[in-house]
């Protein structure tokens, strides 16, 4: 989860959060182009994270992303 988008994020960068609590989903876009920056490299997997949870960033990393 560390090395995916949302650790591209830097401040000030402009997000919007949409929230569809009729089917429970959300999206998370931004106009900043992502793709050529690198994850911030003081972020790291926190040391408590649940096995499902692990398994989950896991899935989204080699799947490329949500």
Excluded: F
Excluded at 2 to 31: A, Y
Aim: no cysteine.
């Amino acid at each position: 989860m560390s090395g995916g988008v949302i650790g591209k994020l830097r401040d000030g960068d402009i997000i919007q959060v949409e929230i569809d609590i009729r089917n429970l989903n959300g999206t998370i876009t931004t106009d900043t182009d992502l793709s050529s920056r690198r994850a911030d490299p003081y972020l790291a997997q926190h040391a408590d994270l649940s096995a499902d949870t692990q398994l989950w960033a896991a899935l989204q990393e080699v799947s490329g992303g949500s």
